[in-house]
């Protein structure tokens, strides 16, 4: 899944957020999406701090997988 998140381009709220959702298999959507927006911000359009996220609903490994164990030691060594 792939989401899209801006500020501005609400000229009733200042600092309004906006954001869009597109499918797994959209990424070229997205991406024409969130440059759209940059060009409208290139032509003066308060829109600003354009993102695109992503987030794998099929992920294979759990989240903190990378942290260590509790009980590992690890030591840098010194000469």
């Known amino acids: 899944m792939f989401v899209v998140y801006w500020l501005g381009g609400n000229p009733y709220v200042e600092g309004a957020a906006g954001y869009k959702r597109f499918e797994a298999d959209a990424l070229a959507d997205a991406l ?38 509790a009980d590992y030691d690890w030591k840098k060594r010194r000469r």
């Open 32 to 69: 024409r999406f969130a440059e759209d927006l940059r060009r409208r911000q290139s032509e003066g359009e308060d829109i600003g701090f354009v993102t695109l996220c992503s987030e794998n609903p099929h992920s294979v490994g759990k989240p903190g997988v990378a942290d260590p164990p």
